[in-house]
C-alpha cells in the first residue's frame, strides 16, 4: 500500500522560503519596486496549488518553477515595467539583518549590485542554471528537473553562463578601471567568477 505523503505546511513554507523567492526575483530581474507584489502572487499561486506538490522532489525546485513561471508571466502582462533599477535595491530589504562595520556592509551591497548588473545581462536559461548552481546550490539533477531539460543540457547552459560571465566581468573591470583612471582613483581588483 502506498503511503501518501501531506503537503507542506503553507505557513512554515513562506516563512522558510520567502527569502529565496526574493533572491530568485532579483536574480531574474525584478525590480525591487514590483518584488513584493511578485513575492505575494507567487505564495497565492503556491497556497493554490500546494495539494498538487510532489513531495518526491526537493521542495525549492518546485518552487522556483512557480517563480519563473510568474515573472515569465509579469514580463509579457507589463512590459512598461522594464525599468532601470537601482543597482543596490537587492540587499534594502535584508538590511536591517546585516550587522558589523558599516565600511563592510557598503562593499557586500557594491559587490552585490556589481553581480547583479552582471547576472541580468545574461540569457533566461543561462542565468537561470547559473543561480541556481552557483548561489542557491541545487544540484544539476534538481536543476534540469526544474528547467525541463537534460542534465546535460543544464550543464552545458552552465558553462556557457560562466563563460558570458567571465567575459561581462573583463569588461566590467576595464571600465571600472578606466573610470578610476580618469577620475584618478585607486584601482580596486574585482572578484573572481567561479569557472
Same mark, same amino acid.
Given at each position: 500500500m502506498t503511503q501518501i505523503t501531506p503537503p507542506p505546511d503553507f505557513r512554515a513554507s513562506f516563512e522558510k522560503n520567502a527569502p529565496f523567492v526574493r533572491r530568485v526575483l532579483h536574480c531574474l530581474g525584478v525590480p525591487y519596486a514590483d518584488s513584493d507584489d511578485l513575492l505575494q502572487e507567487i505564495f497565492f499561486a503556491v497556497h493554490r496549488k500546494l495539494h498538487e506538490y510532489d513531495a518526491r522532489r526537493p521542495f525549492r525546485s518546485w518552487l522556483y518553477g512557480i517563480c519563473v513561471r510568474t515573472v515569465s508571466s509579469y514580463r509579457r502582462s507589463a512590459p512598461v515595467r522594464h525599468q532601470a533599477k537601482r543597482a543596490y535595491d537587492? $540587499?534594502?530589504d535584508c538590511e536591517s539583518h546585516i550587522v558589523g562595520n558599516p565600511e563592510q556592509n557598503v562593499e557586500l551591497r557594491r559587490v552585490c549590485g556589481e553581480l547583479e548588473a552582471l547576472l541580468i545581462r545574461l540569457d533566461d536559461d543561462k542565468r537561470t542554471v547559473f543561480v541556481l548552481f552557483e548561489i542557491e546550490g541545487l544540484s544539476m539533477t534538481e536543476i534540469a528537473h526544474t528547467v525541463g531539460c537534460p542534465v546535460q543540457?543544464?550543464?552545458?547552459?552552465?558553462?556557457?553562463?560562466r563563460r558570458a560571465m567571465r567575459v561581462l566581468l573583463s569588461r566590467h573591470r $576595464?571600465?571600472?578601471?578606466a573610470e578610476c583612471r580618469a577620475r584618478r582613483l585607486p584601482v580596486v581588483a574585482a572578484d573572481r567568477v567561479p569557472r
Open positions: 537587492v $540587499l534594502d543540457t543544464a550543464y552545458s547552459r552552465l558553462h556557457a553562463a $576595464l571600465a571600472n578601471e
